[in-house]
T-cell receptor, first 114, second 112 residues
C-alpha cells in the first residue's frame, strides 16, 4: 500500500530535550516536505527536499533541522524544542519532475513541548 | 511576504445548499492544488489546476483557476454532511522556487 508513515504519532516532551520525528514513504517520490499546522494559520512549510542530499528552507525553518540521506526517509529534528513548537506536524511526499504533483500526507504527529 | 489567503475562514452551510470558498495569492501561482482535511485527519489531495482560466469538476465540486493565475475558487453544490472538513488551496509561487504555500483553509460545517 502506497503510504507516508510518521513516528511517533503523539509526543509530549520538555523544553530543550532533543527529539526526532521520522518520516518514510514507499512511493519512490523525489519531493518530501514537513509542515506544521496551527489553528488559524493553515499549513506552513518548514523544510523541503528535492531529492537525496538536497534540502531547503520553507517558510518557518527556525528551530528545525532535516536530513535526506535516503530517498525514502526525511526525519525532522528539533535540537532544543521550545513551547512555541507545540503543534501538529505533517510529512508529505510527491513526485517532482518539472512541475508539482499531488502531495501525499502522513497521518500527523502531535507534539507538545512543556 | 508572499502569501495565499482563503476566504471565508469558516463556512456554516445548511445541508442541500451551495457555497463557494475563495483562494487569493499575492503573486502569480504556477499551478494550484486543493486539499480536504476531515476533522482529526490529514490533508487529502482533491485536484490540481495548471492553466489560466481552467475549470474542473468532480461530481458536486467545481474548481476554477483565475485568468491571472492569482486566484482560485471551489464551489460545492447541494452540500452534504460528508463535505464537512477544512479545504485548503496550495500553490508554488513562481518567485518562490520549489516552496509550496498553503492558504489558511476554509472550515466547513454542515447543518443537517
Amino acid at each position: 500500500e502506497a503510504q507516508v508513515t510518521q513516528n511517533p504519532r503523539y509526543l509530549i516532551t520538555v523544553t530543550g530535550k532533543k527529539l526526532t520525528v521520522t518520516c518514510s514513504q514507499n512511493m519512490n517520490h523525489e519531493y518530501m516536505s514537513w509542515y506544521r499546522q496551527d489553528p488559524g494559520l493553515g499549513l506552513r512549510q518548514i523544510y523541503y527536499s528535492m531529492n537525496v542530499e538536497v534540502t531547503d528552507k520553507g517558510d518557518v525553518p527556525e528551530g528545525y533541522k532535516v536530513s535526506r540521506k535516503e530517498k525514502r526517509n526525511f526525519p525532522l529534528i528539533l535540537e532544543s524544542p521550545s513551547p512555541n513548537q507545540t503543534s501538529l506536524y505533517f510529512c508529505a511526499s510527491s513526485l517532482k519532475r518539472g512541475g508539482f504533483y499531488e502531495q501525499f500526507f502522513g497521518p500527523g504527529t502531535r507534539l507538545t513541548v512543556l | 511576504g508572499q502569501q495565499v489567503m482563503q476566504i471565508p475562514q469558516y463556512q456554516h452551510v445548511q445541508e442541500g445548499e451551495d457555497f463557494t470558498t475563495y483562494c487569493n495569492s499575492s503573486t502569480t501561482l504556477s499551478n494550484i492544488q486543493w486539499y480536504k482535511q476531515r476533522p482529526g485527519g490529514h490533508p487529502v489531495f482533491l485536484i490540481q489546476l495548471v492553466k489560466s482560466g481552467e475549470v474542473k469538476k468532480q461530481k458536486r465540486l467545481t474548481f476554477q483557476f483565475g485568468e491571472a493565475k492569482k486566484n482560485s475558487s471551489l464551489h460545492i453544490t447541494a452540500t452534504q454532511t460528508t463535505d464537512v472538513g477544512t479545504y485548503f488551496c496550495a500553490g508554488p509561487m513562481e518567485a518562490a522556487g520549489n516552496k509550496l504555500t498553503f492558504g489558511g483553509g476554509t472550515r466547513v460545517l454542515v447543518k443537517p
